[in-house]
């Protein structure tokens, strides 16, 4: 139990295109998607924090006009990254978590974005 | 400014050894510690956790023992084994208005057959 999909599992873009990023729960419903960024031999970076019907919170220093997300359902969060840029390459990662009293979450298994 | 740290990018031990890894936190707010393993170019998976009312957590080969006096956890991987392999990442949970896990760097532990 406990699976996280994202699609694509990766994808090539040109600059200043938009590429959409989405991420499913298979086998329960989400109260909260996370989405994190992780750079080369780097950690995760937490990018924003989304919950079913309410607008996502953004860590500091995250655009919100350049990465988009919107958690329309209970098993869907989508990751829209606008006007792309080649430093927006990077390995893409949700995450959902399925009950607000653990805190355990569970991965997708990224999307790799390389901007060209 | 790191909150938590793992200080050691990366760990070599025998098969059926003990693998330790460490984690080191500077925030006290911090309320729920996790472990994630990690293999390349997929999503973390978790392994175990731990309340911070608690000062040891086991779950099979793995115990997670927790220092707040230290401000310190480890991971005892016992015995390893070559599918231990993977980069694990040490996570801690703070409570704000929302929920926010936040991930140490990692470390790369390599068991050798």
């Known amino acids: 139990g406990a699976v996280v999909s994202q699609h694509p599992s990766w994808v090539i873009c040109k600059s200043g295109t938009s590429v959409k990023i989405e991420c499913r729960s298979l086998?329960?419903?989400?109260?909260?998607m996370f989405w994190y960024r992780q750079f080369p031999k780097q950690s995760l970076m937490l990018m924003a924090t989304?919950?079913?019907?309410?607008?996502?919170?953004?860590e500091q220093g995250v655009e919100k006009d350049k990465f988009l997300i919107n958690h329309a359902s209970l098993t869907l969060s989508t990751l829209t990254v606008t006007s792309a840029h080649p430093e927006d390459s990077s390995f893409y990662i949700c995450?959902?978590?399925?009950?607000?009293?653990?805190?355990?979450?569970?991965f997708g298994p990224g999307t790799r974005l390389t901007v060209t | 400014d790191q909150q938590v740290k793992q200080n050691s990018p990366s760990l070599s031990v025998q098969e059926g050894r003990i693998s330790i890894l460490n984690c080191d936190y500077t925030?006290?707010?911090?309320?729920?510690f996790l472990w994630y393993k990690k293999y390349p170019a997929e999503g973390p998976t978790f392994l175990i956790s731990?309340?911070?009312?608690?000062d040891k957590n086991e779950d099979g080969r793995f115990t997670v023992f927790l220092n707040k006096s230290a401000k310190h956890l480890s991971l005892h991987i016992v015995p390893s084994q070559p599918g231990d392999s993977a980069v694990y990442f040490c996570a801690a949970n703070m409570k704000t208005s929302y929920d926010k896990v936040i991930f140490g760097p990692g470390t790369s532990l390599s068991v050798i057959p």
């Open positions: 925030n006290s707010m911090f309320d729920y």
């Open positions: 995450s959902a978590r399925d009950t607000p009293i653990r805190y355990e979450q569970y």
């Open positions: 086998d329960f419903q989400a109260t909260t």
């Open positions: 989304s919950n079913e019907g309410s607008k996502a919170t953004y």
């Open positions: 731990i309340s911070s009312i608690k």
